[in-house]
């Protein structure tokens, strides 16, 4: 018979993941301008891109909050790619549909985790919530880590990014940008007033998914 910390050591098993955190940039804006019908409908089609760029490198969205999708991949190089499919996804037309008229923020990490009922727990989740808030529409950003392990390959290459410091996270983080190497269309203007943030809703997203995050302070708006 097991004793009661063996037990929870085997609930307690980690596995690296790989986290892909994406935003619709001017989604509130575009709320104000539009009326809840247009965004309603904008926030359905974002998830359908998500849902199908992401299923078909592997991955799984786990939780979609409006203008935000969390999604998990047990390899870095499917969570890269699936990122610039959904990058491609979301700027090209499909059939009568328009491309999205907003631009798409991404952000990766990979690390140990440790999947909970409805989610994950993890230091990975924290950064890719940071990061995604620091990309521009049309941006996709990704630790060291994530470009280490995703390795080379013919999709994507990187640029080394000056390592910046995010709330909830000791150290600063090394992170690059992920330069697709296929030709994509270009993301629609950023709105005017767009400034890179520290997760003001992605905080909301994390906590709706039951994702606790281990070794960091939660997610507050910085606004």
């Known amino acids: 018979m097991q004793d009661g910390k063996s037990s929870d050591a085997a609930s307690e098993a980690t596995s690296v993941r790989t986290f892909l955190i994406a935003d619709l940039r001017g989604y509130t804006r575009y709320s104000d301008e539009h009326g809840d019908e247009a965004a309603s409908a904008l926030a359905r089609r974002f998830a359908a891109i998500a849902g199908d760029a992401v299923s078909a490198h592997g991955g799984e969205v786990i939780e979609l909050r409006g203008d935000e999708a969390l999604c998990v991949f047990a390899s870095a190089r499917s969570a890269v790619r699936g990122a610039v499919e959904l990058q491609r996804r979301a700027r090209e037309r499909a059939g009568d549909e328009p491309a999205l008229p907003l631009g798409v923020g991404i952000g990766l990490d990979a690390g140990e985790a440790v999947e909970t009922a409805g989610g994950y727990r993890g230091r990975a989740l924290n950064v890719a919530a940071r990061l995604c ?23 994507a290459h990187y640029a080394p990014r000056r390592p910046t410091e995010v709330k909830g996270v000791a150290e600063p983080i090394r992170y690059v940008q992920v330069l697709p190497t296929v030709e994509l269309p270009p993301p629609p203007p950023a709105p005017p007033s767009f400034k890179p943030r520290l997760a003001r809703r992605t905080s909301l997203l994390l906590i709706g998914a039951g994702v606790l995050l281990a070794g960091a302070s939660p997610l507050r708006s910085s606004n």
């Open 133 to 155: 808030s620091l990309a521009r529409g049309g941006e996709i950003l990704a630790t060291e880590t994530v470009a280490h392990l995703a390795g080379r390959h013919d999709e």
